[in-house]
């Protein structure tokens, strides 16, 4: 299920429906997806129309991607999790 919702939020937001990407990509994340809660927190980094830039909430679902175990989150930005 959640591997449907991230394909679906990925072809919203390569339409450009940021907000319906985020309510997607939501779920899956929720659901328990480290690739969803990577891709929430890159949306949140870069916001866009529908979506605002929030630096709190992108990296929230940065940690969440990696208390997942999708490690590709720390290859995104070494330096931002070293700490």
Do not use: C, I
């Not at 990407?21 to 779920?27: D, G, R």
């Not at 969803?36 to 890159?42: C, M, P, R, V």
């Not at 992108?58 to 720390?74: D, I, K, M, N, P």
């Amino acid at each position: 299920m959640a591997s449907d919702l991230e394909r679906q939020a990925m072809e919203a937001w390569d339409a450009g429906d940021l907000s319906g990407a985020e309510a997607l990509l939501l779920q899956a994340a929720e659901a328990g997806s480290g690739s969803a809660s990577h891709n929430l927190g890159t949306l949140y980094a870069v916001g866009g129309p529908g979506v605002k830039q929030d630096a709190a909430k992108s990296q929230y679902w940065y940690e969440r991607a990696l208390a997942f175990g999708f490690e590709q989150t720390v290859a995104s930005d070494p330096t931002w999790f070293r700490g």
